[in-house]
């Protein structure tokens, strides 16, 4: 019962000690029962507990598709070089050089990765869309263009 009761403030205090910050190793019952009136005290007026968990990473979000700027760069060699330069040079389109930095595509939406996936798959009158592209080869595409500043 008092070894038990000991070994009970021990513990408390050890975790007093830690949650404060206090870096020394933790007490051994002797020193939890000599301080121990002192612990919950310290314990109710000290510093806010640090131990509450932080949400340090996002949600993980499955409707997201990562790009990857390498492939985005061999598809578009394939796709898209024909008739886009990745300067400011006109080919059949215009060159794509800071195409991320403009306010809106040819069809009046402004320029992020939904609408560029859109206009990659539909194209207009004058540019061939690509129905069959994937939502992978989409972000790849789009990560890669904006490598084009
Ligand atoms: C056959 C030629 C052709 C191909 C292939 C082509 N485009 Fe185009 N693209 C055009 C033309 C022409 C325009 C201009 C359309 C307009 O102004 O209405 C254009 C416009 C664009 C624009 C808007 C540029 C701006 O400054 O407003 C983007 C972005 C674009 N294309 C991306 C692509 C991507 C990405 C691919 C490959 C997946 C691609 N295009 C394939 C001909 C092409």
Redesign the pocket.
């Known amino acids: 019962m008092m070894l038990k009761k000991r070994l009970l403030l021990g513990a408390l205090l050890s975790i007093v000690l830690v949650t404060a910050g206090c870096g020394t190793s933790a007490p051994k019952a002797e020193a939890g029962a000599a301080s121990a009136s002192s612990a919950p005290a310290s314990g109710g007026s000290g510093p806010n507990s640090p131990v509450t968990p932080q949400p340090t990473s996002p949600p993980a979000s499955t409707t997201v598709v990562q790009g990857n700027p390498d492939q985005g760069k061999q ?2 060699d394939s ?2 070089a ?3 330069a990745v300067d400011d040079q006109k080919i ?3 060159g ?1 050089k800071g ?1 991320y930095g ?1 306010s809106a ?2 069809n009046n939406q402004p320029v992020n990765d939904a609408n ?1 996936a859109q ?2 798959k539909t ?6 869309g ?1 129905p069959a ?1 994937s939502a992978q080869d989409e972000a790849n ?1 789009s990560s890669y ?1 904006k490598t084009l500043k």
């Open positions: 598809l578009f796709n898209c024909s008739c886009h059949v389109g215009p794509l195409i403009k595509l040819p560029l206009w990659m194209g207009d009158a004058q540019m061939p690509n592209m595409i263009l």
